[in-house]
């Protein structure tokens, strides 16, 4: 087991800070803000003096209906093979639905959504983390995310859940303890019990992040100080077993650096005695370098028995962030379109997947079959029809909260115009005051296809079409930002005419 230390976030805004603290053992990285061949100078000096450097993704989606895809497995390897990092991670959740499983237009959440712990979305996620365990070069670690909303009918708790996928693939898992508040105060879960159920020799390291509550719901924001409610779940956890990393996460209103050196010896302290950065590792590691964790039974591997941006590039069509953002906003949602046709399930035609050599995470000597389409399918769509109520303003699904889904879909679309405001700070510099209430009745109707920066296109060409912002002055200066991205002048009749269509079909 590669023992990483107390470390810390590491961010563009708070580079260097980071550089200047003591004590911090090694630092995390959001794997989508990242280009390979062009690290930034900050996390280039932090691995000459030894400290370890990890990339985290958010836009894998492992927990979808759909297979990973090879381009954002393949960029997120070359990403750790770059930082000479022991281990990538990523998260157990679902950040985008639709597409051809459903016959229907595909939807970016922009946001890390629950799996619903059913034995399909188990079977589902158990195939893909194997997909992924065999592309990428380095050990792969997952993790809990928050979540506001719960999924009806659900067969497991989610330390049984986390278990049994632990059992079937033999992944690591990286637990956040912010998260299991979250889901006490939202959700009503017991993180006593959740780490009760955890196969704890599992875990690989821990994040450790702060948030605030609102009328009864906890935001996950990862723009506060740790609540000592969070500092008690760490402290449990470490009376449990000695966790080989522990992480601070900070993603907006930075404090300054002396804060933020008091919160890791804050967290530091929760954890308890242990030897920080005593297994530094270098630059090489083998894809084994983290071994098999000990199972009390492993079961056999059969499949389908019985879900921030932060300034740097962003390749892809649409990184997602690590955590809810802001709270939502207090406007009311719209109402409801017209409920869409139920989804048909096409039944079974696609081709298995040839199951690749197994990972050595995995033994080898166990033969794994590749999961059907029926699956998938039920899965898919389930989940589009939940990003639908949560973007496109369709129903919400039967036996989910009303009420929760709009607070969620609220909180979407406010994050959503924080992002497109930090990808294209023009826009509320050209609009103003105007900027949010514009982008926030925009995304009502308008859900996102093709991530940040072609949202905030889109948004522009929306206004500039319905002839907005009044004042000429802004309406000019909005026209040149857009020509100046977009390559090409306003589209014309034909054009809208077809845009127009495709939204109508995705709000069907």
């Known amino acids: 087991m590669t023992e990483l230390g107390i470390g810390i976030g590491w961010r563009p805004e708070i580079a260097g800070a980071v550089e200047a603290l003591p004590g911090v053992d090694w630092v995390e990285v959001v794997a989508e803000n990242l280009c390979a061949d062009h690290l930034p100078d900050s996390l280039a000096r932090l691995r000459e003096r030894g400290v370890t450097v990890v990339p985290h993704g958010v836009s894998l989606g492992l927990g979808g209906a759909d297979r990973p895809d090879p381009a954002r497995l393949a960029a997120l390897g070359d990403k750790a093979v770059a930082l000479g990092a022991p281990l990538v991670t990523e ?21 890390l959504l629950p799996v619903p712990r059913t034995r399909d979305a188990l079977d589902v996620l158990c195939e893909n983390v194997r997909i992924a365990q065999d592309a990428l070069p380095v050990p792969l670690a997952l993790e809990n995310i928050a979540a506001l909303v719960s999924w009806p009918g659900e067969e497991m708790t989610e330390g049984r859940f986390l278990a049994e996928l632990v ?14 508040h979250t889901n006490h105060v939202n959700r009503g879960e017991d993180p006593a019990r959740a780490l009760s159920e955890l196969p704890v020799e599992a875990i690989a390291y821990v994040h450790v992040a702060g ?69 530094r590792v270098g630059t090489a590691h ?85 999961l059907g389409t029926a699956a998938r399918q039920r899965l898919a769509v389930r989940q589009a029809s939940l990003l639908s109520a949560l973007v496109a303003g369709t129903p919400v699904p039967e036996g989910f909260d009303t009420r929760r889904i709009g607070i969620q879909s609220r909180a979407l679309a406010a994050k959503r115009a924080g992002v497109v405001a930090k990808v294209a700070p023009e826009l509320p510099e050209i609009l103003g005051g105007g900027y949010r209430p514009a982008f926030l009745a925009y995304a009502r109707s308008r859900p996102m296809t093709g991530g940040y920066r072609r949202d905030a296109l889109d948004f522009v060409e929306h206004l500039l079409l319905a002839g907005r912002p009044e004042d000429p002055a802004a309406r000019r200066e909005l026209t040149e930002w857009w020509q100046d991205r977009s390559g090409s002048r306003p589209p014309g009749r034909a054009t809208r005419l077809v845009r127009a269509a495709r939204h109508a079909l995705v709000r069907r």
Do not use: C, K, Y
């Open 167 to 180: 059992e079937r693939t033999g992944v690591r898992l990286l637990i956040d303890v912010a998260n299991l």
């Open 286 to 370: 083998r894809h084994g370098a983290l071994p098999l964790v000990p199972s009390p039974r492993r079961a056999p591997l059969l499949i389908g028995a019985g879900a921030r941006v932060s300034g740097g590039p962003m390749p892809g069509p649409t990184p997602v962030t690590d955590g809810p953002g802001p709270a939502p906003a207090p406007a009311p949602g719209p109402a409801p379109a017209p409920a869409p046709a139920p989804a048909q399930d096409p039944g079974p035609g696609a081709a298995p997947v040839t199951e690749a050599p197994a990972p050595a995470s995995v033994s080898a000597s166990v033969s794994v079959p590749s």
């Open 211 to 279: 948030g605030v509550e609102r009328d009864g719901v906890w935001h996950d924001t990862h723009a506060h100080p740790v609540p000592p409610a969070v500092l008690d779940i760490l402290a449990d956890l470490a009376s449990r077993v000695s966790p080989p990393g522990v992480l601070l996460e900070r993603d907006d209103d930075f404090p300054p650096a002396e804060e933020l050196a008091a919160e890791l010896e804050v967290v530091r302290t929760a954890v308890g005695p242990r030897s920080t950065g005593a297994g």
């Open 91 to 111: 998260h157990i959740a679902f950040v985008r639905a639709g597409g051809p499983l459903t016959a229907t237009p595909l939807l970016e959440a922009g946001h």
